[in-house]
């Protein structure tokens, strides 16, 4: 089963985990479509699976001191702490909570009238990854924009 989905939303990436870490080709297929063509910005929704340590090596290796701006949405502690330690090599990234969905597009700068759209990508691949979605997938604007 998988662990991760990830998908190209014009300059962003919308990339789902689910508790579980990645596989390494999950992992190496998304940094393949990055070293391709490097997204300005990656949305991130996870109920707490993350990249490996060797993993976020790969990750800081293909990075090569590009900034890439990073919105990690989790409630879990340990995602803020894989965040603090992705921080050192790209300070663009950033945790926010669950309820902070708003606040992470915002901080990513995706245009209002892109969230929806965005938000809609993230809600069908959390759906891929487990019937009825991910529970870290909370946006307040989802009764109005048919999500």
């Known amino acids: 089963m998988p662990a991760m989905r990830f998908e190209q939303f014009g300059d962003t990436v919308a990339m789902v985990h689910t508790a579980d870490p990645p596989s390494d080709e999950e992992w190496d297929a998304y940094l393949a479509s990055q070293r391709a063509h490097w997204s300005a910005r990656v949305l991130v929704f996870t109920e707490g699976g993350g990249p490996t340590t060797l993993q976020r090596g790969r990750l800081n290796d293909a990075l090569a001191g590009r900034i890439v701006k990073?919105?990690?949405v989790s409630s879990s502690a340990v995602i803020r702490g894989i965040v603090t330690a992705l921080?050192?090599?790209?300070?663009?990234i950033k945790s926010f909570l669950p309820n902070e969905a708003s606040a992470a597009l915002r901080y990513l700068g995706v245009a209002v009238e892109d969230q929806a759209g965005l938000m809609q990508k993230v809600t069908r691949l959390s759906k891929e990854l487990k019937a009825g979605g991910l529970r870290c997938v909370v946006w307040p604007e989802q009764s109005s924009s048919r999500l």
Do not use: I
């Open 87 to 92: 921080s050192w090599f790209n300070p663009g």
């Open 70 to 72: 990073t919105a990690v």
